[in-house]
């Protein structure tokens, strides 16, 4: 069915996190490495947030939106934290970061498949470095440090996916975030944010 009017949607769902580029230099400032023995990997959050749909045809429907969204990494391996210096293969430092993410995506309706993509402006409210370490295992360490600073407040990306929309108002969305803009707020190293997200919404 053609949608005429615009309509209130709301969503939410699972994110998959992490940084590409030079990602365990990012925190250089708060951690130190030993001999490069350390791995990355993604971190799982989620996202939660509400959107507009406008009607410009038949077909097609431009969607902006607001939502908060956990994005971040892990790092795991020989780690040394400042001020409490430890070593161990069980340490494990996780950057937890809290975004505002805003996109504003051209949607395509097909009959109940949907195909977006668009812009996103994301802001950063609230960055935590989460320190972890394990000896014979015991935990021996965990301990949380602010890491704001050390990330640039504004992120700008490009977001797109597919989905699925029942004519009862529920839907099923996939799509993945590819971050543009720097994370290190100094801009020295080319780290940028990556996210899979799935979802499910409902509109009105």
């Not at 053609?2 to 230099?25: C, D, E, R, W, Y």
């Not at 708060?30 to 507009?52: E, K, P, Q």
């Not at 069980?90 to 977006?116: C, E, R, T, W």
């Not at 935590?128 to 990306?157: H, I, S």
């Amino acid at each position: 069915m053609a949608q005429t009017a615009p309509s209130f949607g709301i969503k939410a769902g699972l994110s998959s996190s992490t940084m590409k580029g030079n990602a365990v230099s990012n925190l250089n400032n708060l951690i130190d490495y030993t001999n490069d023995a350390i791995t990355s990997s993604g971190r799982t959050g989620f996202f939660a947030g509400a959107n507009v749909s406008i009607p410009v045809s038949e077909l097609f429907s431009v969607e902006p939106g607001v939502y908060y969204a956990q994005k971040g990494y892990t790092l795991n391996g020989e780690l040394n934290l400042k001020g409490v210096e430890f070593l161990g293969a069980n340490a494990k430092a996780q950057l937890q970061s809290h975004y505002i993410d805003m996109p504003v995506v051209l949607k395509a309706n097909l009959g109940g498949l949907q195909v977006f993509a668009g812009p996103q402006v994301s802001y950063l409210a609230k960055a935590d470095l989460r320190t972890t370490a394990g000896v014979l295992g015991f935990n021996v360490l965990n301990r949380k440090m602010d890491a704001t600073d050390q990330l640039n407040r504004w992120d700008a990306g490009l977001t797109g996916g597919i989905g699925y929309q029942f004519s009862n108002g529920f839907n099923l969305t996939a799509s993945y975030d590819h971050g543009l803009s720097k994370v290190d707020a100094n801009k020295r190293f080319d780290s940028y944010n990556r996210s899979f997200k799935v979802g499910a919404g409902f509109r009105f």
